[in-house]
C-alpha cells in the first residue's frame, strides 16, 4: 500500500469533512473500506456453557450441526455395493494417504442414481439426504417483504418478519457456524480480502449532516486498490480507494438518522461476492435488495446487505470454485443436502411462468473502517490474472452447466476440463500413485487412470469423447 | 622459535608445493577461547535453515509474554532444555502484494527470499543461505550442504534462483557418503594429505586461468561480462580447491561415526523419528569438521503429508479437512502434527549444542533459522507466520527472546540473521516486504 494514497493527497476533497456540522447543511462524504465480511447467521451458543466462542450445539441448531459427511453413507447406491463402497472409501489395496483422498473425493462425485453421472452438476439425480436446518428464531437480516407473518424470524433487536432463509437453510453447516466473523468459512473470505483478493468499499454523500440527512446517497462496488492490513488483524484507517463503476457497482438513495443508514430497497442491488478464491469474485445481484450501516463516533461502520439471492449461484458459489468434491471434504458441505435445501427454503423471486422461487432470502454482515472512496481519473478495470480470468471462464462454464440441467431437468455432462469429477489416478514410476494435481505445476490430465473401479474408465471417456465402455453402458 | 602451523606445513606433494594447515590446537586459540590467537581469527560462524511445512498452532505456540524469558508453550515444549538459545518470532506477516497467495509457496518464499514469488514452485532471488554462503560457505569442501528427511528428492528449498533447487541429499547414507565418504579425510587425523585428485584439477584451471587473461583481451564488453560471470563459477571452484588442500581448522572434539546402515526413508513420523536424528547428528558434525557452514534441512514439502500410520490423512489433509473443535478452538489432529515438526527441530538443536566448541558448543558458533509456509494451514494464511531462530551466532545473536512481529514483514529476521552474521547488509527484500529494520532487540 503505498503511503501517497494517506490523508495527505487529499487536499482536494477539501468538502470532505469528518466532523459533523449540527448547525449549518452542507455537502458531505464519509467513506469506507470493508474489512470483515460474512454471511448473517446467529447463534444461540450452548445454554449454560459460558466459554467465550463456543458454538456447538447452538439453541439454533439443537439436532446438532453438520459434521463431517460419512462418506460411505452417502456414496451408498442401488446400483453400488458395500465392497465397492469399501473399495473406494478405505482402500485396502492402497496405502499412500493421499492416494485414499482423491479416491474418496472421486467416489463422492458419482453418488447419483447412475453409475455415469457427475452428481455435483447434476445434484437433482442423487437422493436428498435431508439436510439440518435451523429452528432458532433469532435472524439478523431484513424483513424484505414488509410481511411480518413470512420469514418467522425476529431481529436480535426485535423486529418481527426477517427474512433470512438462507441461514434457514444452510444455518447448521458447522463451518458457517462461529459467533461473527470466527466462522471457518468466514475468516478463510476475510483473510483472503484483507490478503489483497478483493476490496469493497462504500461511499455515503449527501447535503445535510452526515449522521442526520433525509436525502442521502449510498455507493458500493469493488476498488483495485488493496487494503492496508494493520497489526491487529483490521484494515488501516484513512487510506484511499479508488472505485471501480462497473456491473458490481450500485448507488441507491439512503436516509440517515442518528448514525443509522438505511437505504431504499431496490429491485435491484448490485455488490461485490463473498469469497474465498478468485474466481468467486463477482456479482452479488440481490433482488429486493438493501443496506443498513450504523456509524458509530469514531467513523467505523457496521451492517447488513441483504436481499433475495438467486439459490442456484448461492449452490454455483459454493460448489464449483474449487471442486465439489473439495468443499466436502475439506469444507463438510454436504452439498447435495444443500442444493435441496435451498430449493426447499427458497422464498422469493418466483418464476414467472412456473411460480417456483428461485430466490432465497439473504443477508451478510459486514464491518468496515473508515477510508477515502474517489473517482479515479480515468477509468479503472480490477486487476485479474490472466489465471484467475481463465479460472472465472470455467466457474461460469459450470454456471451455466448447473443452471441448464437444473432448470430443464437434463443430465449434463461433465466437460473437458472441469475440476469436477475428480481427478484420476495414475501411478509413478516407482510405483506410488498420485493424482496429477500432486505433481508441481501439472493440471488435470486425462491420462490413463487406473483405480479399483470401472467408474475412472467412464471418466476417460467423456474427456476423450469416446463412446464409453460396453460394460459400463449396459449398467 | 613461535609456532606457526602454516611454516610447519609448507612442502611439496608429489613434486607440487602445498600448503597445508595446522591441526587446530588449544595453544593458537586465545584466551577466550573464541579465536585463533596467531591471527585473531574468530571460530567461524554457520548458518542453517530448518524448514517443516504447515505452520504451528498460534493457540499452542505463542508465548503469552514478549522478551526475555518467555513462558513455554505446549507446542514448543520440546525446545525446553535449548529456551535460552533459541528466539521465538510471532506475528509476523509474508506480504503477497499484487501476487497472489500461491499456496504453501508464498510464505515460504517471502521468508528465504524477502520477496513475495510471482509464480509458484519458484524463487525471485537466491534464498537466503545460498546468499550467507556466498559470504561464509567459502573456504569449506561444500559451499552448503542440503538435505530432505522424508526422502524426496525434490524437496530441497535452497536456490540459485528460479524453479532450480540445490538437490539434496535424501537418506542418512547418501548424506555420510557425501560428508564423509570419497575425498573426505579427517582433520584430526594424523595422516592427512591432500587429495591428488584435487591437485591435478588445481592445476588444470591454472591453465585455464592463464588462457583466460588471453581471452578476456579480445572480448567485447557484452562478452567480457558473459564470461566473468562464468568465471565466477571457476573461481568458486578454485576456492573450494584451495580449501581441500589445506586441513581445516577444527575446534571441535568430534568422532567421524560409522557409516549408517540402509533405512527405510519416509513421511511416517515414527521413520521420520529415526531418520531426523541421524541427519541432525551427520550434519553437526559436518560443520563441526568444517565440511560446510552452511546447511538446509527440509522435514518434508510445504503443505507437509507427514502421516502417523494407521491415520487415514496426513498432516496436510488434515489441516484442511479436521473441523476446528468448538471448545479448544483449535485442530487437535492437525495441532499434533505441528508439536512433531517442533520435536524434529529440537533433535537438531540438540545435536548441534551437543558439540563442544571453543568455549561453547558448535550451536553457540551457528545460527539456525527455522521456517515454514503457512501460519493457519487450513487458510492458507500468512499472517502471523512463525519462526524461530537457534543458537547466539557466536556472540552476535540475544537469544532466549519472544518477539511479538505486530504485523512486520518476515523479511525483518532475513535481514536481522544477515546482519547476526556480520554481513555488510542495511536492507533486503522487496515491494512491502522490503526494510531496513532489523529486530535489534536480538541483536547483540
Known sequence: MNGYRRLGHHLLCTVLTLAPTPLMAAPWVRSFVVDKYEPAFHYGGRPGFEKTGTIEPGVDCPGGTLPMLDYAKVTKTSWRSDEEVASWVKPAQVTDLQTVHYMQERILSYRSFRRDIESYINPFTAPDPGMPSVVGKVAEGFNLDGNVKTGRFISPEGEKGIDNAFYRAVGCI??????????????????????????????????????????????????PDHVNKQTDGRASTSYSFRIVRNEQYSKVKAVIRNGVVETQQVPELHTPRFGWFPNQMGDADFHQGRIRLEIDRDGFA???????????????????????ATVETRDHHDLVGMYYALKRNADGMPDPKTGENMGISIAYRMKAVPAYVVDPEKPVALNVSPGDSRAIKKYQQMRTIFRNGTMTATIQ??????????????????????????ERGAQRDATPPIGPSTMLQQRVSEVSGEAPAASLSAR | MALDRRLLLRGAFHGTAVTMALPLLDCFLDGNGQALADTGKRIPTRFGTYFWGCGLTKELFVPKTVGANFETTQQLAS???????????????????????????????????????????????QTIDQTIADAIGRGTRFKSIEVTCSGNKNESYSSLGGANTNPPEVTPLGLYTRLFGPGFQDPSKGDWKPDPQVLVHQSMLSVVSDDRKRLLENLGARDKARMDQYFTSVRELELSMDAALKRPDVVAQVDI????????????????????????????????????????????????????????????????????????????VSADFST????????????????????????????????????????HALDGIPILLA??????????????????????????????????????????????????????
Open chain 2, 257 to 332: 561415526p560409522g557409516a549408517p546402515g540402509e533405512l527405510s526413508v519416509n513421511k511416517s513420523v515414527p521413520v521420520l523419528q529415526k531418520v531426523v536424528p541421524q541427519m541432525a547428528r551427520l550434519i553437526a558434525i559436518g560443520l563441526a569438521t568444517n565440511q560446510t557452514h552452511v546447511f538446509n534441512i527440509a522435514l518434508a514439502e510445504p503443505g507437509s503429508t507427514i502421516f502417523m500410520p494407521g491415520d487415514s490423512k496426513p498432516f496436510h489433509q488434515q489441516t484442511h479437512e479436521e473441523p476446528i473443535d468448538p471448545v479448544l478452538g483449535y485442530q487437535p
Open chain 2, 391 to 444: 543458537g547466539s551466532a557466536s556472540g552476535r545473536m540475544k537469544t532466549g527472546y519472544h518477539v511479538a512481529g505486530d504485523g512486520s514483514p518476515v523479511s525483518r529476521v532475513g535481514l536481522t540473521v544477515q546482519q547476526a552474521l556480520g554481513m555488510p547488509v542495511d536492507s533486503w527484500g522487496k515491494g512491502s516486504m522490503a526494510t531496513k529494520k532489523p529486530f535489534t532487540d536480538v541483536l547483540a
Open chain 1, 174 to 223: 458447522g463451518s458457517y457456524r462461529g459467533v461473527p466473523y470466527t466462522a471457518a468459512m468466514s475468516v478463510r473470505s476475510t483473510d483472503k480480502m484483507l490478503e489483497g483478493m478483493y476490496t469493497m468499499v462504500i461511499r455515503l454523500s449527501g447535503n445535510e449532516d452526515p449522521m442526520n440527512d433525509d436525502a442521502a446517497t449510498l455507493e458500493i462496488g469493488y476498488s
Open chain 2, 79 to 125: 525446545l525446553e532444555p535449548y529456551k535460552k538459545k533459541i528466539s521465538v518470532f510471532s506475528g509476523l506477516r509474508a506480504v503477497v502484494d499484487d501476487n497472489p497467495n500461491f499456496q504453501h509457496w508464498s510464505g515460504l518464499a517471502a521468508i528465504t527470499t524477502g520477496i513475495a514469488p510471482s509464480k509458484s514452485g519458484e524463487f525471485d532471488s
Open chain 1, 413 to 438: 455432462a461433465n466437460p473437458k476440463g472441469s475440476s469436477e469429477g475428480a481427478p484420476q489416478l495414475r501411478q509413478r514410476a516407482d510405483g506410488s500413485w498420485t493424482n496429477s494435481d500432486g
Open chain 2, 340 to 379: 512433531h515438526s517442533m520435536k524434529f527441530f529440537a533433535t537438531l538443536v540438540k545435536e548441534l549444542d551437543g558439540i563442544k566448541e571453543g568455549d561453547g558448543t558448535l550451536l553457540d558458533h551457528s545460527l539456525l533459522l527455522a521456517y515454514t509456509d503457512t501460519s493457519f494451514a487450513k487458510l
Open chain 1, 302 to 324: 457496521s451492517g447488513l446487505v441483504g436481499g433475495y439471492r438467486d439459490w442456484r449461484d448461492l449452490y454455483t458459489e459454493d460448489t464449483f470454485t474449487q471442486s465439489g
